[in-house]
């Protein structure tokens, strides 16, 4: 019988409460969403946030990245901008007559990708190999990106007007899809409180290094997932692909993004094991973004967040 994994260190214990807090110092009234921002850094995914405008999806994404001592690149997606614009391009150098590369905003350690949606097509997909290999190619030549690399992007709802409908191969690139929803009474009453001096974003300090990021990152992959609990993902992964409103199921890349971020949910909970509700709780952000519903095909909605709720209230949960 193999031994446990070590329980989380004390300091990377204080790290991850520092990080949690950083942030929720000016994301006010939000914990649940702060949470499943940092389970996307922990299990090294990227993350999607999702609502209408106001909400705070860019200030959610800012305030992780600047809590982060990593380099940090915002960018502004429009439609006229191009995929030379991300990754960047060669130019010549009339001097020394050669060509020179001259990176662009992705290669940072930390990318804020605002209103992702605004973008054409062809400009989304210079992400792909971005997000999933964690390199870009340019000119034949492959240029790595981080460790770490996390890309933090926000999106307004597909039906506002000057929107580009994600693909399937670029939301499947996203670990979890977050809505985040309006705050609460009292939140909101102390935002407007808190924003009389300022913008509070603008004095927060980072307080995560890079190496204690890599760190909580090695720490998640060796989180314990009993043999039950990966039969349950699995279980749930299959019950996508066999549901009646469901035309385009959960794919393998899927089945192991809820493995991760049921890890990272646990060590955002002081655990270094996995229970059913790590699994349960990421299910709908890991899986909902990835499947394609009749609503879709027919002009509906096309969220299937009520579908994964579904399975999972049909399922049997392990003991």
């Known amino acids: 019988m193999s031994a446990a994994p070590p329980a989380p260190s004390g300091d990377l214990s204080r790290v991850l409460a520092a990080l949690c807090a950083n942030i929720g110092g000016v994301f006010l009234g939000k914990a649940d969403v702060v949470r499943l921002a940092v389970v996307a850094l922990l299990a090294e995914g990227h993350l999607l946030l999702e609502d209408v405008p106001g909400v705070g999806k860019t200030l959610l994404a800012k305030a992780l990245a600047r809590s982060l001592d990593c380099k940090f690149q915002r960018i502004q997606f429009t439609p006229d901008l191009l995929p030379g614009d991300l990754v960047g391009v060669s130019v010549w150098r009339e001097r020394e007559a050669v060509f020179e590369f001259q ?133 749930i992964v299959a019950a996508t692909r066999a549901h009646a409103d469901v035309t385009l199921g959960a794919s393998t890349r899927a089945a192991l993004a809820l ?25 709908e952000p890991v899986l909902a973004h990835r499947l394609t519903t009749r609503g879709w095909a027919q002009g509906g909605h096309p969220d299937a967040g009520p579908v994964v709720r579904d399975i999972l209230t049909k399922l049997r949960v392990p003991g």
């Open 103 to 235: 990176p662009g905003p992705l290669f940072a350690e930390v990318v804020v990708a605002d209103e992702i949606n605004r973008a054409t097509p062809r400009t989304q997909s210079a992400l792909l190999e971005a997000m999933s290999e964690r390199q870009v190619t340019v000119d034949g030549h492959t240029r790595p990106l981080g460790p770490p690399f996390l890309v933090v992007a926000t999106q307004n709802p597909h039906e506002f007007e000057g929107t580009y409908p994600l693909p399937e191969s670029q939301l499947d690139r996203f670990l979890l899809r977050v809505k985040v929803g309006y705050p609460d009474r009292a939140a909101e009453r102390l935002i407007l409180t808190q924003h009389r001096a300022g913008e509070p974003i603008e004095s927060l300090k980072p307080v995560v290094r890079p190496a204690d990021v890599l760190a909580l990152q090695r720490q998640t992959r060796a989180v314990r997932v009993d043999a039950a609990l990966a039969d349950y993902v699995l279980d």
């Open 259 to 283: 493995y991760r971020a049921a890890q990272a949910h646990a060590v955002t909970g002081g655990r270094d094991y996995v229970v059913p509700d790590d699994v349960k709780a990421l299910a």
